[in-house]
């Protein structure tokens, strides 16, 4: 299990702790780009355009992961890192729990402690997706929730 802790109280940046290392995560203030820094690598979010759904994941300057929401309305992103494809998505209609999906099988669980917090899980069910994936997976969740915070306000 990777735990998501946020840095601060009403902070949206995360720090993951696992067994297969520590990321922190970091959201630019007023957009939906920021940095992942897995094991003291470095990695920038970049976001497509303001309405486009599509991030980038890029380490100097090159694309190493890529996420495409599916449409407007869902809550759903197909997600290429390492070579492979992944499907990210709610688990239900209104839960807060999202699972990433390869060849329809889970490979990981995205989950939040309890209702009232930002802090989470993942719950990895194979041992083959690194860190950085499982870490940009969670930022796309974290946009999801994170909307649905200000929305609600």
Known sequence: MIRCLPVALC???YTLEGPSGIASLQFDWMTEQGSIDADGVEFEIRKH???SGRWTLEFE???TASAQKTSVFSRTFDLRAGGESFVLQARSALGR???MLRG???VATFAPDHPFT???RIEPTVDDVNLVTLAFAFWLVAVVWRRAARNSS
Request: charged share 35%; aromatic share 16%; glycine share 16%.
């Open 118 to 120: 930002r802090r989470a």
């Open 49 to 51: 355009g303001y309405t």
């Open 104 to 106: 329809g099988r889970v």
């Open 61 to 63: 300057g090159e694309e």
């Open 97 to 99: 729990t999202f699972q």
């Open 11 to 13: 902070s949206w940046d």
